[in-house]
Structures are given as structure tokens and as C-alpha cells.
């Protein structure tokens, strides 16, 4: 079974500042790792995937997360934070690549 | 190319209704996927289509149904609707590229 935990459920930082959201799963087999972010009223957007291949993955808006085996972890940072970054985001699990589990969302606050 | 596109955005129904909510996919995508969004449970999966078949399945009750028609098109049925059921319902559409989500089906129940 897979499943993924987000620690933190709210993260504020300041216009500027490293943003850094936790995630740490669990999967039997190697897994996929995603990361979303979601606006108000609005559906998921990828803002990176981890299939194969290096470890550090870069996505969109100035995101990465790297793929950490041995600690379970798929981290996501962004080196400074924008006031547009503020979101609700998920980090994600799958092993058939058409089924994903989510964890429960970390909404980051960014504070002008 | 066009996006995921999921109607209607908002429904409001009454307790004991049933619901359809319809989901066009990406052009050329084959498999589309079911989710449900709620403050209290998160987002869980509901079901996979893949080429009109239901090929992997969540662990929601039997009144939650979908299904995919030729033309990839999916729709997803709720009947004897409960107040727990109000939610975002968000579909997926799965390619070789990966899986593009639509903006959800906002369901209120009343």
C-alpha cells in the first residue's frame, strides 16, 4: 500500500524567503512522486513528477524537490518565495502511474 | 490543446437525489480518473477508465458509479445522494504525458 504524509498543514513565510514543504511516504515499490498545488476553486496544477533518473527534479514557477530513497522523502523547495506562490499544495504517490494517493495539503501563506 | 473539461462547475441537490457529473478529457487521452475532494477525508480516489473499462476502483460505496463512453468521455453517477457527499469532484485525464486535472464539480448537498 502507499500512502504520503505532508508535515505541517499551514506554512507561512516571507516574500523572499526559502520555501521548504515536507513530504515523506510510503510505497512497497518504487514509486512516482508528484507534486500539486491547487488555487482557490480551482483543479490540480503539476508543478513537478518524479519517475526515473535524477533525483533532483525541477518544475515549474521556480520549483524543485529531490527524491530521497533512503529517507523516504520528496521534499519541495523553492529558493524565494513569491506572493503568487500562495496555494494550497499536495505531494503525491502512485506505482501504476494511474492511480495516485495524496497527502492531506499544506497551505503555504506567503506574508508581503 | 484543449484542457480537462468537467460540468457542470457548481450543483446544488437534495438528500435522496441522484447526480451526474460529466468529464470531456484531454483530445487523445484514454484513461480518466475520479476524485473526490472534502476538508475532512482530503482527496480519494474513486475510480480509473481506461478504453470503457473501469480498471482500478477506490473504496467508495456502491451508489458511486461512472463510466467511460467511446469517445473517452466519462460520467459519474451518485444516487440516493447523503450530505456527505458534498464535495469538489475532480477528474483526471491520463496520457502518455501524464495526468492533467480538470477544475472539479463543485456538489453541494442540501
Known amino acids: 500500500a502507499q500512502s504520503v504524509t505532508q508535515l505541517g498543514s499551514h506554512v507561512s513565510v516571507s516574500e523572499g524567503a526559502l520555501v521548504l514543504l515536507r513530504c515523506n511516504y510510503s510505497?512497497?515499490?518504487?514509486?512516482?512522486l508528484f507534486w500539486y498545488v491547487q488555487y482557490p476553486n480551482q483543479g490540480l496544477q503539476l508543478l513537478l513528477k518524479y519517475t526515473t533518473g535524477a533525483t533532483l527534479v525541477k518544475g515549474i514557477n521556480g520549483f524543485e524537490a529531490e527524491f530521497k530513497k533512503s529517507e523516504t522523502s520528496f521534499h519541495l523547495t523553492k529558493p524565494s518565495a513569491h506572493m503568487s506562490d500562495a496555494a494550497e499544495y499536495f505531494c503525491a504517490v502512485s506505482v501504476t502511474g494511474n492511480q495516485f494517493y495524496f497527502g492531506t495539503g499544506t497551505s503555504l501563506t506567503v506574508i508581503p | 490543446k484543449a484542457g480537462v473539461t468537467q460540468t457542470p462547475r457548481y450543483l446544488i441537490k437534495t438528500r435522496g437525489q441522484q447526480v451526474t457529473l460529466s468529464c470531456s478529457p484531454i483530445?487523445?487521452?484514454?484513461?480518466v480518473s475520479w476524485y473526490q475532494q472534502t476538508p475532512g477525508q482530503g482527496l480519494q480516489f474513486l475510480f480509473e477508465?481506461?478504453?470503457?473499462?473501469?480498471?482500478n476502483k477506490g473504496n467508495f460505496p456502491g451508489r458511486f458509479s461512472g463510466r467511460q463512453f467511446s469517445n473517452s468521455r466519462s460520467e459519474m453517477n451518485v444516487s440516493t445522494l447523503e450530505l456527505g457527499d458534498s464535495a469538489l469532484y475532480l477528474c483526471a485525464s491520463g496520457g502518455v504525458d501524464g495526468y492533467t486535472f480538470g477544475s472539479g464539480t463543485r456538489l453541494t448537498v442540501v
Open positions: 510505497s512497497s515499490v518504487p514509486p512516482y
Open positions: 477508465y481506461f478504453s470503457e473499462t473501469q480498471r
Open positions: 483530445s487523445g487521452h484514454r484513461s
